[in-house]
Nanobody, 124 residues
């Protein structure tokens, strides 16, 4: 069973920064591509960013490109989402995901594993 444990959510003012972490097992970290999705109240879940298993390829939603950075730390088996220039519309529950298929994450289709989610609230 794959476990994804998110942390780092919280309340921040618009224009501020926040970093999310997603810790998992070494096996999962080595095998799986990983990413982040988010879901705002009353809205559908949407793709945010993904990073390949090797860490060499990243892909972002247009809405966060240039503001968010996804990275992974092999020594800590952890994936990060560094969020800068936050906007109130970034308010959502953020979910870490893992899948062996790169396109599944990029397209948000039939993803293997989801974390429990962490709340990010950006005040105006």
């Amino acid at each position: 069973q794959v476990q994804l444990v998110e942390s780092g959510g919280g309340l921040v003012q618009a224009g501020g920064s926040l970093s999310l972490s997603c810790a998992t097992s070494r096996r999962t970290f080595t095998i799986y591509h990983m990413g982040w999705f988010r879901q705002a109240p009353g809205k559908e879940r949407e793709f945010v960013a993904t990073i390949s298993g090797s860490g060499s390829i990243t892909y972002y939603a247009d809405s966060v490109k240039g503001r968010f950075t996804i990275s992974r730390d092999k020594g800590k088996n952890t994936v990060y989402l560094h969020m800068n220039s936050l906007k109130p519309e970034d308010t959502a529950v953020y979910y870490c995901v893992a899948d062996t298929a790169w396109d599944n994450i990029r397209r948000g289709f039939s993803i293997d594993y989801w974390g429990q989610g962490t709340q990010v609230t950006v005040s105006s």
